[in-house]
């Protein structure tokens, strides 16, 4: 089992910063990818981004691209979403996510994804 806490949202203008965390306990030693997938108000859930645990290759949604940054810190099991240029849809609930490598295909897969955190509320104000 692998337990996510997020923290880290809140209300910000358009144009300003945020910065998402994810701290991941348990079973933290199979972590293979984490990252952030969001949900809009009556929209499907969507990919934002993950990183690969070892090597640290990022991934993108072309809607985030040069506006977020995900980082990570190995020995604080944590995952950052750093992002700048809010827009008023990029709001939406943003989840932690953790893949063990079992099912992980592709990063915008949700079904690879084995945990989910509670998730988080941004929201950007226009």
């Known amino acids: 089992q692998v337990q996510l806490v997020e923290s880290g949202g809140g209300l910000v203008q358009a144009g300003g910063s945020l910065r998402l965390s994810c701290a991941a306990s348990?079973?933290?030693?199979?972590?293979?990818?984490m990252g952030w997938f969001r949900r809009a108000p009556g929209k499907q859930r969507e990919f934002v981004t993950a990183?690969?645990?070892?090597?640290?290759?990022?991934y993108y949604a072309d809607s985030v691209k040069g506006r977020f940054t995900i980082s990570r810190d190995n020995a604080k099991n944590t995952v950052y979403l750093q992002m700048n240029s809010l827009k008023p849809e990029d709001t939406a609930v943003y989840y932690c996510v953790v893949s063990l490598g079992r099912f992980w295909t592709t990063p915008a897969k949700y079904q690879g994804y084995d945990y989910w955190g509670q998730g988080t509320q941004v929201t950007v104000s226009s």
């Open positions: 990183i690969n645990w070892d090597d640290g290759t990022t």
């Open positions: 348990g079973r933290t030693f199979s972590l293979y990818v």
